[in-house]
């Protein structure tokens, strides 16, 4: 599969605006395109995006193109959206551009706990939204996730106010129930974080 290393996290259901310029990327997504419009994400655990020689972790999101438009210099301006997840069986070599054996990661089936978990990450996501929103009025309402605690799990990670390598631990978690349940300590700290910074600004 061909992967683009980035220096952020796509979970599956996100949507991932891409600007594409390095011509081995130019390349790869020609070929894309011209195929089944699909490819890796993957976070860059240590170098750059540009120019290659980085080191990167090996759970990733297929991306599929929805949208492309080909610049008269040759860029390509994307919108794609996250599909599924797989992990990175062995790195190919770079050239012509970055590629993976990958294997297919598949979450089971939300359980009941799945379920109570999505509403903790509900509920702590609500008090974080609206404590931010005490200290800046523009940050949006609160999104809307899905009654499926396993899709659930993906919106909510992809909205959270972290990093990329907690989301990358998120994004690796083996089913939803642990990631709902990481996620909602990562919210719980935030929360904890906004409360004593608005206490301090009283």
Do not use: C, K, N
């Not at 996290?9 to 081995?24: K, W």
Request: overall charge negative; proline content about 7%; aromatic content about 6%.
């Amino acid at each position: 599969m061909p992967m683009f290393p980035l220096g952020t996290v796509l979970f599956p259901y996100a949507l991932l605006p891409l600007h594409v310029f390095e011509p081995r990327y130019r390349l790869m997504m020609r070929r894309v395109l011209d195929g089944d419009r699909e490819f890796g994400v993957v976070l860059i655990e240590r170098g750059s995006e540009v120019g290659g020689g980085d080191t990167r972790f090996d759970v990733a999101t297929v991306a599929r193109v929805v949208q492309a438009a080909e610049l008269p210099d040759g860029r390509y301006a994307l919108a794609t959206v996250g599909m599924r997840r797989v992990r990175v069986r062995r790195w190919l070599a770079d050239d012509p551009y970055p590629r993976a054996e990958v294997v297919a990661l598949d979450d089971p089936p939300a359980s009941p706990a799945d379920a109570a978990a999505r509403e903790r990450v509900a509920d702590a996501f609500a008090r974080v939204t609206e404590l931010a929103r005490g200290i800046d009025p523009r940050i949006a309402e609160l999104p809307v996730f899905d009654s499926d605690a396993v899709r659930a799990s993906y919106e909510a990670a992809a909205v959270a106010p972290i990093g990329p390598l907690d989301a990358q631990r998120l994004l690796a978690a083996d089913d939803a129930g642990a990631r709902l349940a990481m996620l909602a300590a990562l919210l719980e700290e935030r929360e904890v974080e906004l409360r004593a910074r608005l206490d301090m600004d009283e």
